[in-house]
């Protein structure tokens, strides 16, 4: 079942408060698919999560489309690849990103809402920040407008600059990636040491556990991605430990 339809009925935007009640309220207003808010209460406080993870998604990226002056036509093909956006919801989901893209509310309010939000789930604020990396590269080139945005909504989140590192340096391709970086570890520390955040990671950025934390399944495939430049750092780590 997607979870876009009761999304665009608003009832979590009306439950959340805060910038993104207002923005889905001031679509709700709007005549925004009334149609569909009956059929809300359907997902029940399971999905509630994953509605919260896709609504950031949609508004971060519509602020992250703008930090380089210019929207793309690749970025914003990103956001409905990467969403899973079926063509029935395409154009609701879009007046929900034009809108977080027109209104002359910043970023922080909103990634300060999810900050609080997942307060106790830092592995899914890292998958945001993962996804927002993707959204930029869309494009071939990840501008520094846009990276200094991205690093600014990480330190919102208040994940600290290895987290930050890690997460960014996973986005490179298995031959450059540095997996000392990736495990948030030195080259000085021993094997043991970077074994135990090899599993700690390993836990944390599990697709199942992030799914069962709120991450949706239209998103998950950049977890999949998350966890196999884990698993190559850790390898090559081991080789590189053991000449």
């Known amino acids: 079942m997607s979870i876009w339809g009761s999304l665009i009925g608003g009832m979590v935007g009306l439950s959340l408060g805060g910038p993104f009640g207002m923005l889905l309220g001031s679509l709700i207003g709007g005549r925004i698919s009334r149609a569909r808010s009956s059929a809300a209460g359907s997902f029940g406080t399971f999905a509630q999560p994953q509605q919260i993870f896709a609504l950031s998604l ?27 956006i079926p063509e029935n919801e395409i154009e609701n989901v879009g007046k929900i990103f034009n809108k977080a893209k027109e209104e002359s509310t910043g970023y922080e309010p909103y990634a300060k809402q999810i900050a609080q939000i997942y307060k106790n789930n830092p592995n899914v604020l890292e998958e945001v920040i993962n996804i927002l990396f993707y959204i930029a590269e869309s494009d ?42 990736v495990l948030e570890s030195k080259p000085e520390d021993d094997l043991q040491t970077i074994r135990k955040k090899y599993l700690k990671l390993s836990k944390e950025h599990h697709p199942d556990l992030l799914m069962n934390k709120g991450v949706p399944k239209e998103v998950i495939v950049e977890s999949k991605k998350k966890m196999r430049a884990i698993n190559l750092a850790w390898d090559q780590i081991q080789k590189l430990k053991s000449n």
């Open 140 to 181: 071939g080139n990840v501008s520094q407008s846009e990276l200094n945005m991205i690093q600014h909504i990480a330190q919102i989140f208040n994940l600290n600059q290895s987290q930050f590192n890690s997460i960014k340096e996973s986005r490179k391709s298995s031959d450059k990636l540095n997996p000392y970086i």
């Open 58 to 84: 949609i508004v971060l990226s519509a602020k992250l489309s703008k930090a380089d002056g210019q929207v793309s036509k690749e970025e914003l093909v990103a956001v409905r690849d990467k969403l899973k």
